[in-house]
């Protein structure tokens, strides 16, 4: 809803799957993880709990700089990085990583929003010795989630089930089978609630199964692909649009660095597809017109996913876990 919420975990919650034995302690490769999580936020809660139960220590910035993180990323022995996709981006983007030595880091865990394929790919270069895994969860069904070793053959996949059990249901609740799209639900044990608020957790949790708020479906092999959030998908004429596959189509662009895709009112359509868009730093925004944009989406989308709307800013908005501020995004298109 994007009004703040308290979500009350059991201790057993906390604790669920900790490694016991100290030669199997989690983050084993690393003498230190490096991370620059809020700590009010599901992912920088989850780097607390490593600090007690994994083998590595904990380094991590009060506010995120690219040239104090590489130097950081490079320093000895940092065998792993946490980020979320705008740090990966913007790390990426600033060339300070340029002539560091990122041989060290063995993995590098990106959470919190889905990782573009296109950045998942610039991160494997990145790091060539790491392998790249994106983590899909939510506050309320930690510590259940989903884990995705990047593989070129499925890059929007989000992963198989870690930790608890996944299902794609209908709006009922009801299971649906492979390869049809539905509601996303976790399950973990000793699940979580929202504090005091009954309404809201009937509309989420059923029988310790956490409703996602996102709409996927799951391949034959088990494998989870997100189509968007309920509340982001467009409905535009006859069609719905999924806005994470025409981000991932814009993260191909070489001069995007950042992009955001809303729904804004259009008056017969309903809804048009806009997209806000930060260029590259070293891009000029001759090649970021809207035509150029759609011109380079041809052959990636349908007709009815290409933007009707541009928006080029110099960041978007975010919150301190990093995620793209929609709402305050489709009232910019507005002015």
């Known amino acids: 809803t994007g009004r703040p919420k308290g979500v009350a975990a059991r201790h057993a919650n906390l604790t669920a799957g900790a490694p016991h034995h100290p030669r199997r302690l989690a983050l084993a490769h690393s003498q230190r993880f490096l991370h620059a999580f809020a700590i009010g936020t599901n ?11 994994a083998k590595a220590a904990a380094l991590t910035l009060p506010r995120f700089t690219p040239a104090r993180f590489a130097r950081l990323v490079a320093a000895p022995g940092t065998g792993t990085v946490f ?36 950045v998942a790919a610039r991160l494997a270069t990145a790091f060539p010795q790491a392998t790249i895994v994106n983590y899909y969860t939510s506050t309320e069904a930690a510590p259940a989630q989903t884990t995705m070793i990047y593989d070129p053959a499925r890059p929007d996949a989000v992963g198989r089930p870690v930790g608890g059990q996944l299902m794609v249901a209908d709006a009922d609740g009801r299971p649906l089978p492979a390869g049809t799209t539905g509601d996303v639900w976790l399950r973990a044990p000793h699940p979580r609630a929202y504090y005091r608020d009954d309404a809201a957790n009937r509309a989420t949790f059923r029988d310790g199964w956490v409703r996602m708020g996102d709409v996927g479906r799951i391949d034959a092999d088990g494998y989870l692909y997100l189509t968007d959030r309920h509340q982001d998908v467009i409905k ?25 895709v809303v729904g804004v009112p259009h008056p017969v359509l309903g809804s048009a597809v806009a997209a806000a ?30 933007p009707a709307r541009l928006l080029l800013l110099p960041r978007l908005p975010r919150n301190e876990g990093g995620k793209v501020l929609k709402r305050q995004l489709t009232a910019l298109f507005d002015n």
């Open 83 to 118: 980020v979320v996709p705008s740090i990966a981006i913007e790390l990426l983007d600033s060339g300070a990583l340029r002539d560091r030595d990122t041989s060290g880091v063995q993995l590098i865990g990106s959470t919190a929003a889905p990782l573009p394929p296109a």
């Open 43 to 53: 992912a920088g809660q989850t780097m607390l709990l490593n600090a007690l139960t």
């Open 277 to 306: 868009v930060v260029a590259r730093p070293q891009a000029g925004a001759d090649g970021l017109t809207l035509p150029a944009l759609r011109g380079f989406l041809a052959d990636r989308l349908a007709d009815h996913q290409l």
């Open 236 to 260: 535009t004429g006859a069609f719905k649009v999924s806005t994470v596959e025409v981000e991932a189509a814009l993260h191909e662009h070489p001069l995007v660095a950042e992009v955001a």
